[in-house]
């Protein structure tokens, strides 16, 4: 579905549907969407995700894209930005993922106590991952963990069992 900034209800999603910045993108337990810029990255939304877009133009054309995200798990393949271009994806947790061009994961989870957890998985390319207290920056294979009131965790290799997930 889809809910535009300032309408109240969602609707449903066709492709080809047009984004505007502050709409809503939320697919179902079986549905999975995909998000393509101007510049031709690429966001894959899983199934029970949830993000928020946000996009505007800076100075000389540039594109500060960014979209928060409360649920789910999204893969990204962003292109190699210039100038002023930005990339982020921020969560639960204070997390935050900023890139300048590389394909990373971003999943956000539930604890077995119900608080979120935030897995960032670079696939290429390198990302900043923030928290509170602190950032990190994951190279190609690496994964930052991101919980409640604390900062990022040292990237670590991403585990196998993720290796094969569908949306990688």
């Keep these: 579905t889809i809910r535009r900034a300032g309408s109240r209800p969602a609707v449903r999603a066709q492709s080809g549907d047009g984004l ?3 709409s809503t993108v939320a697919t179902g337990s079986t549905g999975k969407a995909a998000i393509t810029y101007p510049d031709g990255s690429i966001t894959r939304l ?21 979209f928060q995200q409360s649920a789910g798990l999204t893969w990204n393949k962003v292109q190699k930005l210039v ?12 997390a935050t993922a ?3 061009g ?8 539930q604890d077995p106590n119900g608080a979120p957890v935030i897995w960032v998985d670079t696939w290429s390319g390198s990302v900043l991952i923030g928290g509170t207290g602190g950032s990190v ?4 294979g690496q994964r930052v963990t991101v919980r409640a009131g604390a900062a990022p965790t040292p990237p670590a290799p991403i585990p196998a069992g993720d290796r094969q997930l569908p949306s990688t």
């Design 20 to 22: 505007f910045s502050g």
């Design 46 to 66: 899983d199934s029970s995700t949830t993000v928020k877009v946000s996009a505007r133009r800076a100075g000389r054309g540039a594109a500060q894209t960014s």
């Design 83 to 94: 100038g002023v271009s930005s990339f982020k994806v921020r969560g639960p947790n204070a």
């Design 98 to 100: 900023e890139v300048r």
């Design 102 to 109: 590389t394909v990373f994961g971003y999943y956000v989870e």
């Design 137 to 140: 920056l994951a190279a190609t």
